[in-house]
Each structure stands twice: as C-alpha cells, then as structure tokens.
C-alpha cells in the first residue's frame, strides 16, 4: 500500500502527466488510479464526494491525508517534501513562477484546439482552432519559448541552478507536447533555442526517469492537453 | 521608500488587482509603479532587462532583493510572509489551491473576449467571442461558482476558515469582475450561491479595505481581463 495516491483520468497524459513525471523521478511510491479498471467511474464519485477541501477537476494527490489539487500546488508539496526544489525561498519562489507560466503555456496549448468550449469536440471548433492555432503559432510559440532560453541563459545546467527540480521535468515535457501537436513549427522555433533543446535532451537521459520512460505506463498523447491536427500546423 | 514594489500596467486592474488587495488589506507599504508617469515604459524597459529570474509578464513583485511574478506566486510569499494565508502545510495548500482555480476562471473570462489571439482586437474575434461567451455562461460560471458555493459550505466564514485570507479578496474580485462583465448571466447563478454572495459582502465591508476601496486608486474594470460587452451577455 503507498502512502500517495496520484487521481488522474486514464487514457491521456493530460495534466497528471506533470505530478506523474516528478513521482518517478523521485522515486516516490504511489498509487496510479489511473491504471486500474473503473478508474472514470473512481474519480466522477470522488469529485461529488463532499469534503473540506474538494477538487474541482483533477489531477489531485492524496498524501498525509490530504487532498491536494491543482497541478502546480501538487507540484509545490511535492517540490519542499521531496526535495524536487530548491529549499530556500527565492529558488522556491523561482521553481513555482517557472511552472506557472508551463501551465500557462499548457493551458494555451488546450485552447488551440478547444477555443470555444470543452464541452464540444474539435471538430465542432475546427473553425476557430484554424484561427487560434494561427496565432498560437505566430505569437505564442517564440515568445515562451524565447523566454525560456533567456531564463536557460541565467540558469545552468538546470532551472534552478546545480540540480533538477520539478520545473526541469515539466518543461521536458511540455516541450515533448508541443513538438508533437505543431512539429513543424516547433522544430523552426527550436533552432533557436539551443539551450532549451539542451535541456530536453538531459532531462530524456536522466536516470531517474529511465525506468518510467521506458515503461508502457509512459502514454501516448492521443486526444489529451496537446493534441496533433495536421490543418493546426505549419512551419 | 517602501520596501516592495509592485509592477503592473497602468489603467486596468487587471492581474495586478490581486496582488494589490493584498498587498492593501494587509497593510503593507508598496510603490505602485502603475501610478507612476511613466509606468509603461518602465514595465517594458524592465521585460527586456537580463536577470536571473525574469518575469514573462507583469504582475511581479520587487521585495527583499527577489523579482517574484506570476500572480498567485506573489500571493503565496505575501501569504507566508504577512500572514495572508494559515501557517501550517495543508491550510497554505488549500489557500493556494484556490487561488490558482480563480486564476483559472479570470484567464477563461478574459479568454472569452479573445477566444483567438490576444494579438487581435475584440471587433476582431467577436464572432468567436459571442460563441466562447454562449459556453461561459451555460457551463463554466455554474462549474465555478457552484465549486466555490460547496466549498464555502464545509470552510466557514472564509475559505480558509477563521481568518480571511488572499484567495478571500482575490474571490471577492472575481465576483466583482463576473458581475461586471456579464450581469446577467451572475445574477441568475448568484441565485444559487448564497454563501458565495455572504463572502462577497464580507470581504467589501472588511475594515482593512475601507481605505483603499473609497480612493480614486481603486480602479475601474474598463479594458482589462473582465469586460462588458453587452452582446456576450444574456440570462
């Protein structure tokens, strides 16, 4: 039995994916609700079931008798009890700031493809998603990443300094969603950025992570937070 | 000379609007840069100036030497460090938690407004925007809000229990900002939320805010990330 339990919806990376990665890194027991088989029905009676601090969606942790929701609050907990971050505060303050403005990213990613409503599928939208997907492209894509490499200029070898911390995972991963659901203009956009391609690749070859990678717990993206429409790309 | 110095654009709330709640109800001395002549060359001069830790976009915080940005990681050193938020792990947790849901809910209101691109005017997204704005009002501001109601019904009288804390006043101006920009729909949810509108009338008569709300610093919504355009509006 783990002390940790990570509730995430099957079938996608989605957000649990950024709770996920700094577990296995950190060789933290937990129990992957996820992977057993009424994990939908699981975590649709969780999120009606009354109490103090209720989630609203997931992913939620629940540790030392906690439930703890929202990515990067997750994310925090896990940072200061784990070590996953640095200990002092300004390094603390800098990891959170840092993968805030991932699930800002993240969260732009989602509306390119769902700009209207969750509630529709795609193809409902494909109309506006051609529109968001342009600007998101154009717009958004350079100006993240072109601050990440800025950051990656100040910070070496990782975010926070001499070791990784939860941000270094995140970022990997984020990067991973975005050159599958726009590879061609994630690939224009990556010539630029030579450290933040040095990053994903120590962050890919981290031993720590090894065993998780290489695993089929380690899922695909399919129709998740970032998903890839051949007409939502171009160079 | 105050110690902290907010830096936030000029003539909107905005994001900043957060931060200085807090920054007001608990009676820290600030230098508002957005009250300065010259704030908006000044923020912009700052966003391309190296440091180590840059912010991406404005709110950030200049305290103790640290440039801390995105809203609710300034809020969660202010919490720790002002006693704005419980002391003990799973109170500042909660609070944080909650935070990031209502920063959630501010960027899908702002998205509403600029479903495409943040790089275009409303005139021209606002055949998107009236779409975006139809599934805000069915699904989103009840999610919400019903979320914050069930939480109020177990965290009494504040979110966090005895004392208010940050996410207190960063709800009381969500609430402002939703009624604000779509009174109609607000009105008909509000309705169902009567411990929601109790804490919004809590947080307005705290005497801690008195000072600040009655002052011309107390800024209009206008343009910002909550706006009225009366065709995205309707019961």
Redesign the interface.
Known sequence: MSAYELWYWPGIPGRGEFVRLALEAGRIPYRDVALEPDAVAALQQELVT???????APPWLRAE??T???T??IL??LGERHGLAPDE??GR??V??VQ??IM?MA?EAH?VHH??????TYEE?AA?AA??A??FR??RIP??LH?FE??L???QPWLAGARWSYADLSLWHLLEGLAFAFPQRFAGVARDCPRLIQLHARVAALPELADYLGSNRCQAFGDGLFRHYPELDAA
Do not use: C, Y
């Open positions: 009354p109490r103090d601090h209720p989630p609203l008798g906690m703890i929701a929202q990067a609050n925090l907990f505060l300004a303050l800098w959170n700031q805030l403005t800002d969260a509306n700009p209207v409503s969750v509630a529709l939208q506006e529109s968001a342009h600007a154009t717009d100006k993240f601050w800025r950051v200029l100040h910070n």
